[in-house]
């Protein structure tokens, strides 16, 4: 199959999905133009907040059997209803363009040139679909969707709210299942989805608890199981989850003694509610800690290694990059599997798009962070700086760039700061969210 041939191929079907979504968008802004339907400063949750978690979140909860019922795929699905709303606000902000947006079209531009010497494979041709379909949408909706730090809270709770939900599901088949699992997971997903799910969860709670805004008791309720659901799925988000928590401490409380002091209280008893439910937790996810906590390589770990090793090999002699689905069709360390990638966004984008393409994903990603560090000023901000660390994280060693939506969403939160103050009103001298 050529190039061409592929990008050529699903046109009918993108034609069909953009149409659905001004359509879709056009139904929205008529019926609102009427209404005028406000959502109010102090709401937890709003429809477009709702809509992109579960955009960012569907690959976890669509092998879940309870939704087979559904006549299209759910990622598809949620993909629909976050382009609606995002040409929706996009025509309510009379068509501004974000300043955010070139950076982060220069990076999808560069993704492409590798496309014109891939060998077209199964997994290549899916992977570069979703690539510039999907994982496109989920970079570029924030710069659209989030212009207030209250729509931005909105988003968070949505996001913690479908943490939870996981861990209470994940805690729920072990309890019915008699303790007679390896590694707790939800929603028929694998148990890094868990982890990850769970994990952005404890960061945001916690933020809020650091911030004075959740109630100490209700937070140490609330962050107990989950960070037992963290701990006892996969070791990857849980190291991340408890790496993240210690930079939120040196970041952003280590300076203040009242705010240090509450951090250090909220923090013992998490580890100690979590070293007391530990002792029901499925034992083989207990072993795998142990290993953890010494330093111990397992196969998972000596299999990743083995994959940045070979990749860095063929980086070195390689500089434009194997194409999409490279690590595959060259590397092919394991070939028993069609999807196969080096579990390091950095060095899959280094050993598949090129040099040039993993060093301006390498400085945007730099950029982002310092961008974020450096005007965390408030909990969301904060937090969308930790979630961008602990999906940065995560996508060193584990999934394909495809599987990392969520890195490239917070990537394009962290360009989107700082957010304008909302000009005040008649009702409310002091402002609401714009």
């Given at each position: ?240 989850t408890v790496g993240t928590i210690g930079l939120a401490f040196w970041a952003f409380y280590a300076k203040d003694l009242s705010r240090a002091t509450r951090f250090a209280l909220t923090a013992a008893l998490l580890g100690l509610a979590l ?11 207990v072993q795998r800690l142990r290993l953890l906590a010494t330093g111990q390589l397992g196969p998972s770990e000596t299999m990743r290694l083995d994959a940045y090793r070979l990749s860095w090999q063929e980086i070195q002699r390689d500089p ?36 040039i393409p993993g060093v301006y994903l390498t400085a945007l990603l730099a950029l982002g962070i310092t961008r974020a560090r450096r005007l965390a000023s408030d909990p969301e901000a904060k937090t969308a700086f930790l979630l961008l660390a ?45």
């Amino acid at each position: 199959m050529t190039t061409w041939g592929v990008l050529y191929g699903d046109y009918v079907a993108l034609s069909l999905a953009v149409s659905a979504i001004l359509l879709g968008a056009c139904l929205w802004l008529t019926i609102a133009r009427r209404s005028r339907p406000e959502t109010p400063s102090g709401a937890l949750l709003d429809l477009q907040g709702i809509v992109f978690a579960g955009f960012l979140s569907a690959g976890y909860l669509k092998a879940d059997p309870r939704l087979e019922w559904l006549p299209v795929d759910l990622t598809l699905l949620l993909a629909l209803g976050t382009g609606v709303v995002t040409v929706v606000h996009f025509a309510r902000q009379h068509f501004r363009i974000p300043k955010s947006l070139g950076p982060i079209l220069g990076l999808f531009l560069v993704l492409s040139l590798p496309l014109f010497w891939t060998q077209w494979t199964t997994y290549s041709t899916e992977k570069a679909t979703r690539l510039f379909t999907l994982t496109l949408l989920a970079t570029i909706t924030p710069l659209f969707l989030f212009r207030s730090k209250q729509a931005v809270r909105r988003f968070l709770n949505a996001l913690a709210i479908v943490g939870i939900l996981m861990a209470g599901d994940a805690i729920a088949n072990y309890l019915t299942a008699g303790g007679a699992v390896a590694r707790l997971s939800a929603f028929g997903s694998d148990p890094i989805a868990l982890g990850r799910a769970s994990g952005a969860a404890v960061l945001w709670l916690a933020v809020l608890a650091f911030e004075k805004q959740l109630n100490f008791v209700l937070a140490t309720v609330v962050l107990s199981p989950l960070l037992l659901a963290t701990a006892t799925s996969a070791r990857g988000p849980f190291l991340f989850t408890v790496g993240t928590i210690g930079l939120a401490f040196w970041a952003f409380y280590a300076k203040d003694l009242s705010r240090a002091t509450r951090f250090a209280l909220t923090a013992a008893l998490l580890g100690l509610a979590l070293l007391g439910s530990v002792r029901y937790a499925p034992e083989f996810a207990v072993q795998r800690l142990r290993l953890l906590a010494t330093g111990q390589l397992g196969p998972s770990e000596t299999m990743r290694l083995d994959a940045y090793r070979l990749s860095w090999q063929e980086i070195q002699r390689d500089p434009l990059g194997k194409g999409w689905g490279g690590f595959a069709s060259e590397i092919n360390l394991w070939p028993s599997l069609e999807r196969q990638y080096p579990h390091n966004i950095l060095a899959e984008t280094f050993l598949e798009a090129g040099w040039i393409p993993g060093v301006y994903l390498t400085a945007l990603l730099a950029l982002g962070i310092t961008r974020a560090r450096r005007l965390a000023s408030d909990p969301e901000a904060k937090t969308a700086f930790l979630l961008l660390a602990f999906f940065l994280g995560n996508a060193m060693v584990s999934g394909d760039v495809n599987s990392n939506r969520s890195l490239f969403a917070f990537l394009s939160l962290a360009l989107a700061f700082p957010f304008p103050a909302a000009a005040p009103s008649k009702k409310n001298p002091h402002g609401t969210e714009g």
